[in-house]
């Protein structure tokens, strides 16, 4: 199942961005480089109505990035350009 809304801003990005998902349950948030490696993974546990959530890729190379998310079995995934 996929997860119904989910906002990446700003992307681009300087590195600095704020992910906000249509959840109520904890969300696991991956990023892969171009390659397919897996350079990030964290949970993140949640008790809002919608998880909000700053995170900083400021020590990553200028470049094309896939940002994958996972909260209550459902996934999406979204293209994150860092500037």
Same mark, same amino acid.
């Given at each position: 199942?996929?997860?119904?809304?989910?906002?990446?801003? +700003?992307? +681009?990005? !300087?590195?600095?961005? @704020?992910?906000?998902?249509?959840?109520?349950?904890?969300? !696991?948030?991956?990023?892969?480089? *171009?390659? %397919?490696?897996? #350079?990030?993974?964290?949970?993140? /546990?949640? !008790?809002?109505?919608?998880?909000?959530? /700053?995170?900083?890729?400021?020590?990553?190379? !200028? %470049? #094309?990035?896939?940002?994958?998310? /996972?909260?209550?079995? @459902? @996934?999406?995934?979204? @293209?994150? #350009? *860092? /500037?």
């Amino acid at each position: 199942m996929l997860i119904s809304k989910f906002s990446v801003y +700003p992307n +681009p990005s !300087k590195g600095t961005i @704020k992910l906000i998902v249509s959840t109520f349950s904890d969300v !696991k948030i991956n990023l892969f480089d *171009i390659s %397919g490696r897996n #350079i990030y993974s964290n949970w993140f /546990e949640n !008790k809002q109505i919608n998880f909000n959530q /700053e995170i900083n890729f400021g020590v990553l190379s !200028k %470049g #094309i990035y896939l940002l994958s998310i /996972e909260s209550d079995g @459902k @996934k999406a995934s979204k @293209k994150l #350009i *860092i /500037e």
